[in-house]
């Protein structure tokens, strides 16, 4: 009875821990992986408004024991915007290699007197999101595979558009701000457009916006990425109540494979 006993236990624990270790969804990642470095250039019309870096870090990081890449993304006014509406706010989600989940979420943010810096643990076994530095309210419920700002974008890297019909809408749970949050992209087909680099052909997708004063309409953000492996956005165009602004690629390196632009 001993021996059984043992025997037993030790089952139990193989088949907890096999358990653990399948809780995680698996998706094929052939389009980004570290050292992926891209930088943009915001501009309302002629003036440059803003510019933005992101960047995939060299090494992997362990985060709730499973090995992750590091995604930074940081963003700037300059010039004239600068000394209207200063902004520095920096993005930091650790993703997993395996899953395309966020496994942590850090946010600096400082958008001119404004200051917010906070890091969330996703516990994808719980379906929990905590606050790490609040006393009050800093568990949250999430939905299953949740995602963050950040690694939502990198999911959307890994979809084999050739297999979407055009008017396709791809729902992804993603959590930011203490709120959950259905975000909706719409596929529109493919196109090629022109870029500092030459043209180049292109996925063209519209996360779909809710209704409010800010944006003019649900597709007022088009975004284009390469129709390629990479899947990296090259153009974004937002239609605002006071204007449009564009973000067009500034340089790049460390992509899994050439961006084929023709000249």
């Not at 000394?83 to 993005?91: A, E, G, P, S």
């Not at 019909?165 to 959950?180: M, Q, R, S």
Request: aromatic share 12%; net charge positive; with cysteine.
């Amino acid at each position: 009875m001993k021996k059984t006993g043992i025997t037993l236990g030790i089952l139990v624990i193989l088949t907890a821990a096999f358990t653990a270790a399948n809780t995680y969804r698996r998706v094929v990642n052939t389009s980004f992986g570290p050292g992926e470095h891209i930088e943009y250039r915001v501009h309302y019309g002629i003036i440059n408004a803003a510019e933005a870096r992101v960047d995939v870090a060299q090494s992997l990081y362990a985060v709730n024991g499973r090995p992750c890449y590091q995604v930074n993304v940081f963003g700037r006014t300059t010039g004239a915007f600068d000394l209207v509406t200063k902004v520095r706010d920096t993005w930091r989600s650790y993703i997993d290699t395996a899953a395309i989940l966020p496994q942590k979420f850090y946010t600096n943010i400082q958008e001119n007197s404004y200051r917010k810096e906070e890091n969330m643990t996703f516990n994808h076994a719980a379906n929990t999101v905590k606050a790490e530095e609040r006393k009050e309210k800093d568990l949250f419920k999430v939905p299953d595979n949740v995602h963050d700002v950040v690694s939502s974008y990198y999911f959307l890297r890994t979809i084999d558009f050739n297999r979407l019909g055009v008017g396709t809408v791809i729902e992804l749970p993603a959590f930011y701000d203490d709120t959950v949050y259905n975000m909706k992209v719409k596929y529109r087909g493919k196109e090629a457009i022109k870029t500092k680099f030459g043209m180049i052909n292109v996925i063209k997708l519209s996360p779909i916006l809710s209704s409010n004063g800010f944006f003019k309409g649900e597709d007022a953000l088009l975004m284009w990425v390469s129709d390629d492996a990479n899947k990296v956005p090259v153009k974004v165009e937002v239609e605002l109540a006071i204007g449009s602004l564009d973000m067009d690629i500034k340089s790049f390196s460390g992509l899994k494979q050439p961006l084929a632009f023709r000249k």
